[in-house]
């Protein structure tokens, strides 16, 4: 079957009904997450970082499907009389779980992003589409926000300081916040709303917040790429990646080691997706502009040698990683395979 066969396929089975269970699919979603390679600056089933092992990872999905598990049931019952999803508290459980597994943080970002997404995809009223999840994003609480702040509470999570006149919103206080989000009924939509779009205008946004406001726009685009790809699924998340990555700085990289080398990164990412492109530094604007041809043509051997130097300069766009994760999900709910 050619490509434009395969994503035609793809693309008829895309509105179908799925047998799979969703926790399954999330689970899944993180395993070929990380078993995609090369991922440059990120861990790999081929590179490790000097903190970060394989295993760990694999560990941490096992540790985080107690959560999972408690986003999709609440789909049909709520956590309290009112109904409104225990969105927090299956964020708090998933993230509790993985480190109590890995020992420490190594998927708490593609968690954020794919609980919301699970709950969507286990609720029969509604669809598993961008209106769908903003939807769930929309109907959480305040407590949905404490229970956010305490998961802060079991892993170190690189942040930015929180904007002007929100000090007292800074999730590294993490329970401590408390009186101040239920003082100012700030739900975990709103929390997340505070970074996706800095008053800077030099200042890299938080892309998984951007995706909880905005209607998870990265997620599904990058969906797209890998069900209209072919090969093997972790090769085609690889590629997602690549693109993910061309398409927009890295939150993770701009926090930790400057907005510029977040803005390299992308540029040297770009290099690899358009290699004719005789202004590699010009941006692509954003994931909607990004050709779905060139991420399934980007060459990862040519991206090996990009691994291999993010590694060894502490470049790590994990923000991208997270993305890649919620996007392989929605491709699973939506008729991907890991079979031949």
Sequence with gaps: MSRDERGEANAVGAGDAVA????????????????????????????????????????????ARPGLELAAETAADGNSADGNPAVGEAFERAVSGMAARAGTNTQFGCLLLLVPLVRAAADPDRELAPAGVDAVCRATTVDDAVAFYRAFESVDVAVDDPPPG?????????????????????TLRDVLALSADPADPDRVPDRNAQEWTKG?????????????DEGPLSDR????????????????????????????????????????????????????AVDADAVHDADL????????????????????????????????????????
Excluded: Y
């Design 166 to 186: 929100a000090d007292d919103l800074d999730v590294r206080r993490g329970s401590d916040a408390e009186p101040a989000l239920r003082g100012r009924e700030t």
């Design 216 to 228: 998870f726009p990265r997620t599904f685009r990058a969906a797209e790429w890998i069900l209209t």
């Design 20 to 63: 799979t269970d969703p926790v399954d699919d999330a689970t899944l979603a993180l395993l070929v997450e990380v078993a995609g390679t090369p991922k440059p600056g990120n861990v790999d089933r081929r590179r490790d970082l000097d903190d970060l092992r394989f295993e760990s990872f694999l560990g941490g999905a096992v540790g």
């Design 237 to 288: 998340a690889a590629r997602a990646f690549l693109g993910l990555l061309a398409a927009e700085p890295d939150t993770l990289v701009a926090s930790t080691r400057g907005t510029e080398t977040a803005r390299e990164a992308s540029a040297r990412a770009r290099e690899i997706l358009e290699p004719d492109e005789k202004d590699p530094n010009a941006p692509i604007g954003d994931v909607t």
């Design 301 to 340: 051997d040519a991206a090996e040698s990009l691994a291999d130097a993010f590694v060894a300069e502490g470049v790590n766009p994990g923000t991208t990683a997270d993305l890649t994760c919620a996007a392989l999900f929605v491709a699973l709910r939506r008729g991907a395979e890991v079979a031949p």
